[in-house]
T-cell receptor, first 115, second 115 residues
């Protein structure tokens, strides 16, 4: 079975600083990987996804993520954080076999942005 | 442009009461999902459906039932609510064609408390 680990429960950065959120996954085949963001009281919004091809993927709101197969990682980055980026971020791995469509989520990383 | 709509947004139940959560999507998606979100645990899949009239169990199905009588609706039922079912419930849907089937769109959630 697949699993996702987000080692950082809470990260605090200053506005304008760079950001990296870590994600490690376990999956036997080539994974489908996702980053979602959840603002307080809201549902999850897809930031970016990796299915195949270029290992550096660009998403919305200036985020990017790099798939590293050798490290089983899919870390999320942003060069300059804005106060509006404060939210909870979830990494997920997708297992798609036959008719089964299941996402396994990490436990999330809460991002606080200091002015 | 509603997307995925969940009703109600909040609910308080007493132990042993029953209720149904409604999820409606207007994107003509084949696949629909119910997740629960608990602190420190990310989202966990309860049940899912790959089409009208079909449902399947996810990771944590016990204590829940689902029905998909219409393509656009996916109902989650709690027959006898327990305090352990206090959680935030999210519905999601996805298309079934090509790689788009791998992208799930989420509703805003239902916050349920069982006393």
């Amino acid at each position: 079975a697949q699993s996702v680990t987000q080692p950082d429960i809470h990260i605090t950065v200053s506005e304008g600083a760079s950001l990296e959120l870590r994600c490690n996954y376990s999956y036997g085949a080539t994974p489908y990987l996702f980053w979602y963001v959840q603002s307080p009281g809201q549902g999850l919004q897809l930031l970016l996804k990796y299915f195949s091809g270029d290992t550096l993927v660009q998403g919305i709101k200036g985020f990017e993520a790099e798939f590293k197969r050798s490290q089983s990682s899919f870390n999320l980055r942003k060069p300059s954080v804005h106060w509006s980026d404060a939210a909870e971020y979830f990494c997920a791995v997708g297992a798609f076999s036959g008719s089964a469509r299941q996402l396994t989520f990490g436990s999330g990383t809460q991002l606080t942005v200091l002015p | 442009n509603a997307g995925v709509t969940q009703t109600p947004k909040f609910r308080v139940l007493k132990t042993g009461q029953s209720m149904t959560l409604l999820c409606a999507q207007d994107m003509n998606h084949e696949y629909m999902y119910w997740y629960r979100q608990d602190p420190g645990m990310g989202l966990r899949l309860i049940h899912y459906s790959v089409g009208e009239g079909t449902t399947a169990k996810g990771e944590v199905p016990d204590g829940y039932n689902v029905s998909r009588l219409k393509k656009q609706n996916f109902l989650l039922g709690l027959e006898s609510a327990a305090p352990s079912q206090t959680s935030v419930y999210f519905c999601a849907s996805s298309y079934n064609g090509g790689q788009a089937k791998n992208i799930q769109y989420f509703g805003a959630g239902t916050r349920l408390s069982v006393l």
